[in-house]
Structures are given as structure tokens and as C-alpha cells.
């Protein structure tokens, strides 16, 4: 969900890792919907509150260390699409932060302990519960 009521631009991009559907609703009509559905607004406000959640969440690993960010970020991509991430080595890094050999050097090391496989715009986690060290839970 993003929503720019009242701004001429929006207040941040996005890029669909599967298919999606984008909708547009002019302001008003967002608003009778508000007033006149207190069941959809009452889950949209749950959806809000979850998204905002995960997103302090996720502020909190990009101040690790570029391994264990890389770790704790495709734990999150589990939590979002299951042990098949489709995901490339490029889009992943840029998500991470990180640089793109830094991204394929970590990805290398989960590779040869058996964490992970990695093919052309996908990551498969093998071993999920070896991606979080004991100490981070």
C-alpha cells in the first residue's frame, strides 16, 4: 500500500517481486470507503500496523554487519515467500545494502555450509533454521 492524499508525488518507490495489481483511488472516494466500512478500515489499519512493524524490524538489521544482515534478511524473505525466494544476487544486495561481490561472497559461504542454493533469479533456503545465529533470536 502507498498513498500520497493531498502530494503531487508518492513518498516512496516500489518493484513487484511477483505478480501485482496496481489500483489507484482518488482521496474522496478512499474516504467514504473509511467512513462507510469500519470492518475493512479496522483491517487495513491491521495491515498498516503490521507493514509498519516489519519495517522497524527490518531498520534494526541494516545496522548489522554485512553477513549477519544478509542472514536476517532472507529469514525475513521466508516469512514473506517461503524457502523459494525470487530473488536475484543484484536486486538482493541492493535490498541489503550491500555491495554486489560482498552479497556474492556471503551467498558463497551459506552456499558451501549447505544454508542455501542459488540459481538465476532465485535463492532456496535449505537450512532455515541455520540462517539466524543462536545469539540474534
Known amino acids: 500500500c502507498m498513498f500520497s492524499h493531498d502530494h503531487p508525488t508518492y513518498p516512496g ?4 517481486m511477483t505478480p501485482a495489481v496496481v489500483v489507484r483511488v482518488p482521496a474522496p472516494a478512499f ?3 473509511m467512513n462507510d466500512d469500519a ?6 489499519a491491521e495491515c ?24 536476517l534478511i532472507l529469514d525475513w524473505l521466508t516469512g514473506k ?7 536475484s544476487r543484484t536486486l538482493l544486495a541492493e535490498f541489503a545494502g550491500l555491495r554486489p561481490e ?4 556471503v551467498l558463497s559461504g551459506l ?25 540474534s533470536r
Open 13 to 16: 518507490t516500489a518493484a513487484a
Open 31 to 33: 474516504a467514504r470507503w
Open 39 to 44: 470492518q475493512g478500515a479496522r483491517r487495513l
Open 48 to 71: 498498516l500496523t503490521k507493514r509498519l512493524r516489519d519495517s522497524i524490524g527490518l531498520q534494526a538489521i541494516f545496522a548489522e554487519r554485512s553477513e549477519l544482515r544478509l542472514r
Open 81 to 87: 515467500f517461503g524457502l523459494e525466494i525470487p530473488i
Open 102 to 105: 560482498t552479497c556474492s561472497r
Open 111 to 135: 552456499r558451501r555450509d549447505g544454508i542455501v542454493s542459488v540459481s538465476p533469479g532465485c535463492i532456496k533456503v535449505l537450512l532455515p533454521g541455520r540462517l539466524r545465529p543462536p545469539n
